[in-house]
């Protein structure tokens, strides 16, 4: 158990780098539009939002070297672009070349959400997989607090203070690289994609898998109960449809929103650049303390009952801070009620998503699926962080918030209604059920 942890903890290193690539933009932002004098749309289109294309364009595609060259290879080229994007987005000369960069460490991101949950779900026992895929989801919360502390310790120290906020990723970014090197593959890929079952039982056996020949006979049988490979039609469409609703409703919340534009939705509140950035700090750390929260309970209460929690805190929150803007009540307020939102965000959606969505699918379409969820969640962050500038200068605060109030509504309304429970149990016991009855998941609440 504690190999498994390690390689767990390790292999979601790129979490880290996934949040910290995600935030650092922030405090970059206006510094950024000021520097090259770009428009609005402009600047939504290819400053902060290219990272976002780059991370649609991985998600979307990074199936195919999980697939064919295998996890920890993928694993590897993720930590390959994320170094390229670090240090050479902080050297940008102009504009064009910077969102190249940024889109590259954007690919980096979406592969990332594709192999690391695909890989830790696939070595971990049933007992604690949730935990430990949602380690994961910490890192990428650890590195969005380290990003805004960066940011705000870095701001104002020199006239590339904002180079160096981008280039300080390039660190972790190289100490992922060296890690990952020693790390196993996944027994289940090499069962699955290369039959080698004897390495297979090896490494199951190395990290400490007590009963190994029985794992590996509940692999072998999955491979042969799932023999179809189109994610879409057949025994995976139910399962495909939880993942794209469930990673719409997680963008449609406003999360991405928040996290890119924190410093700009505090200034419309009233508080000046420096609390602003302090304020950005301050959700990270609310972030962290939930997220590590929810970490702590999604084994014991299961993934559903978080959700839960999630979506009625969603609702309030962002009803509050809708309300606030209506009525100029302060930027306390909103500041109070975005950390509200945060740890909604951080202890449902947050924890949830990279677990659910890497538990519902069978090994022979896992990584499909998580491109899937991926590129639906990264679809919907890009759009959103594209167009923000440019809806925050035609609408409201208000009604920007109200319209993440009602999809947030929506999201409870699936919760309630529609979403299995999935704790417990093992990825091939799932899978045989998603496969020959699809009801037993719903049943299983």
């Given at each position: 158990?504690?190999?498994i942890?390690?390689w ?7 979490g ?26 402009f600047h ?6 290219s ?8 998600a ?6 999980c ?5 920890k290879p ?43 949950p695909?890989?830790?779900s696939e ?6 997989r949730?935990?430990l ?13 380290v990003?805004?502390v ?14 160096l ?8 970014a ?12 996944s027994?289940?890929?090499l ?15 190395t990290?400490?898998?007590q ?8 692999i072998?049988?999955?491979k ?5 490979s ?6 995976y ?7 794209f609703?469930f ?5 449609l ?33 609310v ?11 999604i ?5 559903r ?31 109070a ?16 998503i ?18 899937l969820?991926?590129?639906?969640h990264?679809?919907f ?11 925050l ?26 979403m ?5 149990r093992?990825?091939?016991?799932i ?5 020959n ?7 299983n609440?």
């Open positions: 158990m504690k190999k942890i390690y767990s903890v390790t292999v979601a290193v790129a880290f780098l996934f949040g910290f690539d995600t935030a650092v933009i922030s405090g970059a932002d206006k510094p950024i539009q000021a520097l090259w004098n770009t428009s609005s749309l939504g289109l290819f400053i902060m939002s990272a976002l294309w780059g991370t649609l364009l991985g979307l595609t990074g199936n195919y070297p697939d064919k060259w295998g996890r993928t694993l590897v080229l993720v930590g390959v672009l994320f170094l390229i994007s670090a240090l050479g987005s902080a050297m940008a000369p102009e504009a064009y070349s910077f969102a190249l960069l940024r889109f590259i460490g954007g690919v980096g991101v979406g592969i990332s959400s594709i192999v690391v695909a890989y830790i070595i971990a026992p049933a007992k604690y949730g935990r895929v949602a380690l994961y989801q910490f890192q990428i919360v650890f590195g969005i607090l990003a805004f960066s940011n705000f310790l870095i701001a104002g120290t020199s006239a590339i203070d904002w180079r906020m981008l280039g300080v990723e390039a660190i972790p190289l100490a992922y690289l060296l890690m990952i090197i020693k790390a196993p593959e027994p289940r890929w069962v699955q994609k290369k039959n080698e079952k004897a390495k297979a039982r090896s490494i199951l056996v990290l400490g898998e009963n190994p020949d029985q794992v590996l006979n509940d072998e049988r999955d042969l109960q799932n023999s179809q189109k994610l879409f039609g057949g025994s469409s139910k399962p495909a449809l939880f993942a609703l990673a719409a409703f997680n963008q919340s406003g999360i991405n929103f928040i996290i890119y534009y924190a410093p700009r939705v505090f200034e419309l509140a009233g508080l000046d650049v420096n609390q602003s950035l302090l304020s950005g700090a301050g959700i990270g750390v972030n962290l303390c939930f997220t590590m929260l929810g970490l702590s309970l084994d014991k209460f299961g993934r009952s978080l959700m839960y929690i999630g979506s009625i805190g969603y609702v309030i929150s962002l009803s509050v801070v809708a309300w606030a803007f209506s009525t100029e009540s302060g930027g306390l307020t909103v500041v009620f975005v950390f509200v939102f945060i740890a909604a965000h951080a202890i449902g959606q947050g924890t949830v990279w677990v659910f969505i890497a538990e519902i699918f069978p090994n022979k379409v896992r990584s499909k699926g998580q491109s969820g991926s590129g639906t990264w679809f962050a890009a759009a959103i962080t594209l167009l923000m500038p440019f809806f200068e035609r609408f409201s605060a208000t009604e920007v918030f109200t319209f993440f109030t009602l999809m947030m509504l929506g999201q409870l309304i699936f919760v309630a209604w529609f299995p429970e999935t704790k417990g093992s990825l091939e016991a899978s045989l059920d998603t496969n009855n699809q009801g037993t998941l719903d049943a609440r």
